[in-house]
C-alpha cells in the first residue's frame, strides 16, 4: 500500500538522523547519511508518482492526542506535491555528497537534515490540524537548526533569529486560523473541517490568517525579511532545500485549506491573492536586481517567484468563485507547474552558486568573474538554470509563465468590475517581472562568470566535483524535458485542477506534436518541440556557415576594450554599474539607497571612493518600528524586576481585578 509505504519511508529517514550521530567521528559518516537520504528520497518520490487515479488512501495511527490519533492520507494534490518536495530532497541530497567534503562541522548538519526532509514529508501527509501543525514545527525548527549550523558568525546568529521568529509567528497565524476552522465543536480532522458551514466573516479571517502563516513561509511581501538572510547563513544545499523545496510545503498549505477546506470561495478572496503577488514579484526581482550576494539574489529571486505562483492561485480563486471551471483549472494548472518549475531551477541555481562557494571562497559577484574559464561545466548549468529562470523558450520557466498570460486573457469574461482592473494590473506586474529577471540574470551570470577575474581568489577556482556535477546536470536535463514535452506535467497536474477547481484543461497528451493548448486549438497553442528543434538546427547552420565560409586564416590584434583602455581588472563593467538604473529610478520608492562618493581634490594622491548604502524599505518601515517599540517596551517592564513586595502584591491585585472585570462584560 503506497501510504504505508511512504510511512516506512519517512520513518526511515527518521532513523538516519539518528545513525548519523552514531557515524559522527566516522570521516564517511557525511557520505553514508546523504547517500542514505538521497535513496529514501528517491523511494518516496516513485511512491508518490504511483498512478492511484482520484483514489485517495487514508490511515490513522495511535499516536498524538489521546482518542483522536493521527490522521494521514494522500490524495492527488498532496501525491503531487509529495513528488515535488522528495525529487528536490534527492538531488539534494546527490549534491551534498560532493559539497559535503568541503564542510568543515558536518556533525552541526546531518543528524537535522533527514529530519528536515521528515517534517515536509509529514506536512504533506497530515489530514488533521494537530497533525499538521506539529509536522509543520518541526519543519521549522529543524530548518532553523541547519541555519545557524555556523553560528559563530554573527550575521548567521541574527538570520536565525529572524527565522525563529517569523517560523513562530507563522505557526501562531497558522493555530488560529486552524482554531476557527475547527469551531467550538473541535473537529481538527480535515474530514469534520471539509464538511463544516463557516461564516462568511470566519472564512475571511482564515483567508488572512493562511495568508499570514503560509505567506511568512513561502516568503510573501512584507514577511519575506528571513529569506535573504537565512539563505546565505545556510549551507548551499540546505539553502537549495529551503528555497527550491520547503517554499512549496507552504504554498501546499494555503492551497489545502483555502481551496480545499475552506469549500466555495467568494470572489474577492482572490483580490488579496492578486495584489500581494504581484507586490510580492515586482519588489523581489527588483531587491534581487541590484543585490551583490550570489545567495542573497537568489533568496530574492525566490521571492519574486512566490508572488507568480500567487498571481495564478489568486485567478484561479477568482475564476473558481464564477464557477468557470476551465479558466479556474488553466491557472491552477499553472500554478503548480511553476510549483515544480520552480524546484527544478531554482536549486540548480543553488548548486552553482555553492559551486562557485566552494571554488573561490566568495559569493560577492563583484568579486568574482572569468569563471567559465576554470569552471567550464559548471557555468555552462548554471547558464541554463538562468535561461530557465528567466522563462525563455525551449526551458520549463517559459511553459507555466505562458499559461499565467493565457489565463489571465480570459479574465475580461468574469463578472466583478473590480477584478476587471486588478487583473490587467497583474498581468502587467507578471511581464515586468519576467523583464526584469531576464535582466538580473544576465548581470547574475555576466559578472559572475565573465570578463575577467576580479581577484585572486578567482585565479585558483576550480571546477565542481562529479557529484555536484550530476546533481546539476539531472536538474537541468529535467528543466529542458518539462519546456519540451509539457503535455506530460499538464496531465499529471489535470486530477488536482478536477478536484480543488472542479474543472480541468482539454486533453493534452493526444494533440499531435506533443503540443499544448490551454483553451482551444483554434485560440492559441505551444509547441515546445517544434521551437527546440528550430533552436538547434539554427545554431548548428549557422555554425556551419561561420566555419565554412569564414577565414581559417590566424589573426592577432588588439582586444576590443569595451570602451576602458586602462587595463586594470578594476575598470570592468561591475555589477553595481549594471544594477544603477534600477537603483536610481527606484531609489526613493521601493529601495533607501543613498550614494556617497569622496571625490580627492585636484593634487591629492589619494584614491577616489564610491559606496552605495543601501536598505530594505520593508524593513525600515515596518519591522525597525517594531523592534524599536518592543525594545523601549522591554526597558521600562525591566524596572519591575526591583519592585519590592508591596510593589508585587499590587499588581497581582489589579490584574485580578481587571480579568474579573473582563469576565463579568464578557457575560
Not at 576554470?374 to 557555468?379: E, I, K, L, W
Amino acid at each position: 500500500m503506497p501510504l504505508t509505504s511512504t510511512l516506512y519511508g519517512i520513518a526511515a529517514l527518521l532513523c538516519v538522523g539518528g545513525l548519523s550521530i552514531a557515524l559522527t567521528r566516522w570521516a564517511t559518516a557525511s557520505r553514508i547519511v546523504y547517500g542514505l537520504c538521497f535513496g529514501l528520497s528517491l523511494f518516496l518520490f516513485v511512491m508518490a508518482v504511483i498512478p492511484r487515479g482520484a483514489v485517495e488512501l487514508t490511515t490513522i495511527l495511535p499516536l498524538g492526542l489521546p482518542w483522536i490519533g493521527l490522521h494521514f492520507r494522500i490524495d492527488v494534490l498532496s501525491a503531487f506535491f509529495l513528488a515535488v518536495i522528495n525529487l528536490g530532497g534527492a538531488a539534494v541530497s546527490l549534491y551534498a555528497i560532493g559539497y559535503s567534503a568541503h564542510e568543515k562541522h558536518p556533525s552541526r548538519i546531518l543528524p537535522f537534515f533527514p529530519a528536515f526532509l521528515v517534517g515536509m514529508n509529514l506536512v504533506l501527509l497530515a489530514d488533521d490540524a494537530f497533525g499538521f501543525l506539529v509536522a509543520w514545527e518541526f519543519m521549522s525548527l529543524s530548518s532553523w537548526a541547519l541555519v545557524i549550523a555556523h553560528h559563530r558568525n554573527e550575521e548567521n546568529r541574527r538570520a536565525g533569529i529572524i527565522y525563529l521568529i517569523m517560523a513562530s509567528f507563522g505557526t501562531l497565524s497558522l493555530l488560529m486560523a486552524f482554531g476557527l476552522l475547527a469551531g467550538s465543536v473541535g473537529g481538527y480532522a480535515f474530514s469534520s473541517i471539509r464538511e463544516a458551514v463557516h461564516d462568511p466573516w470566519t472564512s475571511g479571517l482564515v483567508l488572512a490568517l493562511l495568508l499570514l502563516g503560509a505567506g511568512s513561509k513561502a516568503g510573501l511581501v512584507p514577511l519575506h525579511i528571513w529569506l535573504p538572510l537565512a539563505h546565505p547563513a545556510a549551507p548551499s544545499h540546505v539553502s537549495a532545500l529551503m528555497s527550491g523545496v520547503m517554499t512549496k510545503v507552504a504554498i501546499y498549505g494555503f492551497i489545502r485549506v483555502v481551496f480545499d477546506l475552506l469549500g466555495m470561495p467568494a470572489f474577492w478572496w482572490s483580490i488579496p491573492l492578486l495584489i500581494l503577488g504581484a507586490l510580492t514579484a515586482v519588489l523581489g526581482i527588483l531587491y534581487a536586481t541590484i543585490e551583490r550576494d550570489l545567495k542573497k539574489l537568489l533568496a530574492y529571486s525566490t521571492v519574486e517567484n512566490i508572488g507568480i505562483i500567487f498571481i495564478a492561485l489568486g485567478l484561479a480563486l477568482a475564476f473558481k468563485a464564477q464557477n468557470m471551471g476551465l479558466p479556474a483549472a488553466l491557472a491552477f494548472t499553472a500554478a503548480l507547474f511553476h510549483v515544480f518549475n520552480h524546484s527544478l531551477f531554482k536549486s540548480l541555481l543553488f548548486f552553482g552558486a555553492g559551486a562557485v562557494q566552494v571554488a573561490t571562497g566568495e559569493r560577492d559577484i563583484e568579486r568574482l568573474g572569468g569563471l567559465i574559464h576554470a569552471m567550464p561545466r559548471t557555468a555552462f548549468l548554471f547558464l541554463g538554470g538562468c535561461l530557465a529562470i528567466s522563462a525563455l523558450p525551449p526551458l520549463n520557466g517559459f511553459v507555466s509563465e505562458w499559461l499565467m498570460f493565457q489565463a489571465i486573457l480570459l479574465s475580461p469574461s468574469l463578472s466583478p468590475w473590480i477584478l476587471k482592473l486588478i487583473i490587467p494590473a497583474a498581468g502587467v506586474a507578471l511581464a515586468l517581472s519576467a523583464a526584469l529577471c531576464a535582466g538580473c540574470f544576465v548581470r547574475a551570470f555576466g559578472i559572475t562568470f565573465l570578463g575577467r577575474a576580479r581577484s585572486f581568489a578567482v585565479k585558483s577556482a576550480h571546477e565542481a566535483d562529479i557529484w555536484s556535477f550530476t546533481a546539476m546536470a539531472g536538474l537541468l536535463t529535467l528543466c529542458l524535458l518539462a519546456g519540451v514535452i509539457p503535455s506530460f506535467m499538464i496531465h499529471t497536474i489535470t486530477p488536482a485542477a478536477e478536484l480543488l477547481v472542479s474543472g480541468h484543461m482539454p486533453a493534452q497528451v493526444g494533440i499531435p506534436w506533443l503540443s499544448i493548448v490551454p483553451i482551444a486549438e483554434s485560440r492559441s497553442s505551444y509547441n515546445g518541440l517544434l521551437i527546440f528543434i528550430f533552436i538547434a538546427f539554427s545554431a548548428l547552420v549557422a555554425v556551419r556557415i561561420i566555419h565554412g565560409f569564414g577565414s581559417r586564416a590566424l589573426r592577432r590584434g588588439s582586444a576590443w576594450d569595451c570602451g576602458y583602455p586602462d587595463p586594470s581588472l578594476l575598470t570592468q563593467y561591475s555589477g553595481s554599474s549594471f544594477a544603477q538604473p534600477i537603483r536610481r529610478i527606484f531609489r526613493n520608492t521601493v529601495f533607501i539607497a543613498q550614494d556617497h562618493l569622496d571625490m580627492p581634490r585636484p593634487g591629492d594622491t589619494r584614491p577616489a571612493r564610491f559606496e552605495v548604502d543601501i536598505r530594505d524599505r520593508v524593513v525600515e518601515t515596518i519591522y525597525t518600528p517594531i523592534a524599536a517599540s518592543i525594545n523601549f517596551c522591554a526597558d521600562r517592564l525591566d524596572k519591575l524586576h526591583f519592585l519590592p513586595i508591596r510593589g508585587y502584591l499590587s499588581l497581582v491585585f489589579i490584574t485580578l481585578v481587571a480579568l474579573l472585570l473582563v469576565v463579568a462584560i464578557w457575560r
